[in-house]
Nanobody
Framework: QVQLVESGGGLVQVGGSLRLSCAAS????????MAWYRQAPGKRRELVAA????????NYAFSVKDRFTISRDNAKNTVYLQMNSLKPEDTAVYFC????????????????WGQGTQVTVSS
């Protein structure tokens, strides 16, 4: 049984930074790509960033490119999302997901999700 546990969310002012963490258990972590999604009230869940199993390939949503950085530590079974220059529109619940990444089609969402962590950016 795969378990994903997010942490690190909170309230931050515009322009501030947060670092989210997602700890995984129950699977061979390095065999799987990981991703961060977010969902704001009344909106669809959207892909924010993804990283391959070995960490060499990353994808970002255009809205967060150059502000957010996804990384992973396979020794700790943890994926991170460093979020800088935060904007009010980044306010959402952030979820991590375990899936697959393909060179031609990008990230394929998997069945396993964390419980989510709230990020609120105040202006």
């Amino acid at each position: 049984q795969v378990q994903l546990v997010e942490s690190g969310g909170g309230l931050v002012q515009v322009g501030g930074s947060l670092r989210l963490s997602c700890a995984a258990s129950g699977s061979t972590f390095s065999n799987n790509a990981m991703a961060w999604y977010r969902q704001a009230p009344g909106k669809r869940r959207e892909l924010v960033a993804a990283i391959s199993g070995g960490g060499r390939s990353t994808n970002y949503a255009f809205s967060v490119k150059d502000r957010f950085t996804i990384s992973r530590d396979n020794a700790k079974n943890t994926v991170y999302l460093q979020m800088n220059s935060l904007k009010p529109e980044d306010t959402a619940v952030y979820f991590c997901n375990m899936g697959r990444m393909y060179s031609n089609t990008g990230y394929q969402v998997g069945d396993y999700w964390g419980q989510g962590t709230q990020v609120t950016v105040s202006s």
